[in-house]
T-cell receptor
């Protein structure tokens, strides 16, 4: 069975400081990895994905994520957080082949303090 | 990028009535659409997977007679909450997967529908 862990409930960071949102996963094989962001009462917006190749993936709004196969992690990072980055962030995995369904982590609320 | 719309964006209904939510892929064809339910400050829970022209596949614990899903075309799937009750109040999100293969099979999410049952 596939599972995604986002260990922190809420991440607080001062504006301008680096932001990290952690994600680890348990999936057989080499899954596809995703990050999505959700603003209040809105659907999910795609940030970035890892398919293959370079372990550092760059995405929308200045976000990036690093795939670490040995640690089965895919942490989301942004060098300098903005107040507008305050939102709910979801990590998701999808196995290659099989049922192709996304499995989501529980989400992390990010609060960027002005 | 591909756009998925949902209608309505919010709905309030009386207990016992049925509510239909539409999910459309606006600029691509989607052979597969997914319906999720999200409770406040929680993750998305997959309810069912809908394939065009065939019956939906429901996740364990989801009542198929309660949540009717129809995927009549490559751009439209509907979720009907039948005989709604207050405990059905939630945020319902659909997503559509663009037809393709391998890495191009991405899911695009709708903006969600807030259902409140009085």
């Amino acid at each position: 069975a596939q599972s995604v862990a986002q260990p922190e409930d809420q991440v607080n960071v001062a504006e301008g400081n680096p932001l990290t949102v952690k994600c680890t996963y348990s999936v057989s094989g080499n899954p596809y990895l995703f990050w999505y962001v959700q603003y209040p009462n809105r659907g999910l917006q795609f940030l970035l994905k890892y398919i293959t190749g370079d372990n550092l993936v760059k995405g929308s709004y200045g976000f990036e994520a690093e795939f670490n196969k040995s640690q089965t992690s895919f942490h989301l990072k942004k060098p300098s957080a903005l107040v507008s980055d305050s939102a709910l962030y979801f990590c998701a995995v999808r196995p290659r082949g099989g049922n192709n369904r996304l499995a989501f982590g529980k989400g992390n609320q990010v609060v960027v303090i002005p | 990028g591909a756009v998925v719309s949902q209608h309505p964006s919010w709905v309030i209904c009386k207990s016992g009535t049925s509510v239909k939510i539409e999910c459309r892929s606006l600029d691509f064809q989607a052979t597969t659409m997914f319906w999720y339910r999200q409770f406040p400050k929680q993750s998305l829970m997959l309810m069912a997977t809908s394939n065009e022209g065939s019956k939906a596949t429901y996740e364990q614990g989801v009542e198929k007679d309660k949540f009717l899903i129809n995927h009549a075309s490559l751009t439209l799937s509907t979720l009907t909450v039948t005989s709604a009750h207050p405990e059905d109040s939630s945020f319902y999100i659909c997503s559509a997967r663009e037809s393709g293969s391998g890495a191009r099979d991405e899911q695009f999410f709708g903006p969600g529908t807030r259902l409140t049952v009085l």
